[in-house]
């Protein structure tokens, strides 16, 4: 039978991959200590690993395809396919950014200061080579965590850590002096594995339902009943993919409006339809928009 083998990344992404699948149509299912989780699809098997080496396995084809940072796959040097962007993380649904920062009090303004410096950080191949790219000969060590401490500690001169808002980073008296990149979760392949007509086209369905997931999560579906002369008035008000469905109803003159909008706005959007004249309005919550 063939199998696709896929990297569900282990760590701070874990239960958001895993409720994203769920959402997508697959439960993935394990215990603690369980680096195997089990998945309901007799086509599929799963491995627990970390982001920062997932586009390792996938390069040399211990897994078909799997989930990681745009960021690790830089730093690995990795030749995967991309097969689509993800944006989604612990917290939100925006992009992270790898930045450079210093100590509220130090006198480093501008990346060129850090010459002859040392800098720690996870992503040192990365760091590295973008410095020595600019001709800014700096020290890259490895940090196996708490790297904002060595800064404000003065273990070191510099850090460039991963920050969705900076709070963390001004929070531990640190200023960001420079964006090295922004980042995001990626769905990658095996050269092999694309090349296979089977485990490709198993590896573009599942990318078509998880990034239908990914669109639905912050949108509702709206459905309402309208009257002919109030139509107008009302469908202007609405947000749409395309533009909102308009169905008519049996009772003469009344018609059926369904559409998708940013749960956001509902607040806002429903006094504002009923004004305009809609009733019997529903809103219901969407697993994938495809």
């Not at 084809?61 to 830089?74: H, S």
């Not at 993800?86 to 060129?112: F, G």
């Not at 950080?121 to 904002?148: D, H, K, M, P, Q």
């Not at 940013?262 to 809609?278: H, M, N, T, W, Y």
Request: proline share 3%.
């Amino acid at each position: 039978m063939n199998k696709l083998k896929i990297g569900i990344p282990k760590g701070s992404l874990e239960n958001q991959t895993v409720e994203l699948f769920k959402r997508a149509g697959w439960t993935i299912t394990y215990g603690a200590r369980n680096y195997f989780p089990d998945i309901d699809d007799s086509e599929v098997s799963c491995a627990l690993v970390r982001a920062q080496e997932m586009s390792r396995y996938v390069e040399n084809g211990t897994l078909d395809m799997g989930l990681t940072g745009a960021d690790w796959i830089l730093e690995n040097g990795s030749d995967v396919v991309v097969i689509d962007d993800l944006v989604y993380s612990k917290t939100s649904t925006r992009k992270a950014r790898w930045v450079l920062a210093v100590r509220d009090d130090s006198p480093v303004e501008r990346i060129e200061d850090l010459d002859g410096k040392k800098i720690s950080t996870e992503l040192v191949n990365f760091t590295a080579r973008y410095f020595r790219e600019r001709g800014i000969n700096v020290e890259v060590e490895f940090s196996w965590g708490a790297t904002e401490a060595k800064c404000v500690e003065g273990l070191v001169d510099a850090v460039v850590e991963v920050t969705e808002t900076g709070s963390t980073i001004r929070a531990n008296n640190l200023k960001i002096i420079h964006e090295l990149m922004t980042t995001n979760t990626q769905l990658i392949a095996n050269r092999d594995a694309w090349g296979n007509p089977w485990k490709r086209r198993k590896i573009e369905r599942i990318s078509t339902l998880l990034r239908g997931s990914l669109l639905a999560m912050g949108k509702v579906g709206m459905k309402m009943n309208v009257k002919k002369a109030d139509l107008g008035p009302v469908t202007l008000l609405l947000p749409s993919l395309t533009a909102p469905t308009v169905s008519p109803l049996s009772r003469d003159e009344w018609y059926a409006v369904e559409t998708i909008v940013d749960k956001s706005i509902v607040r806002e959007l429903i006094p504002l339809l009923q004004e305009a004249g809609a009733v019997g309005i529903i809103e219901y919550p969407l697993n994938k928009v495809v």
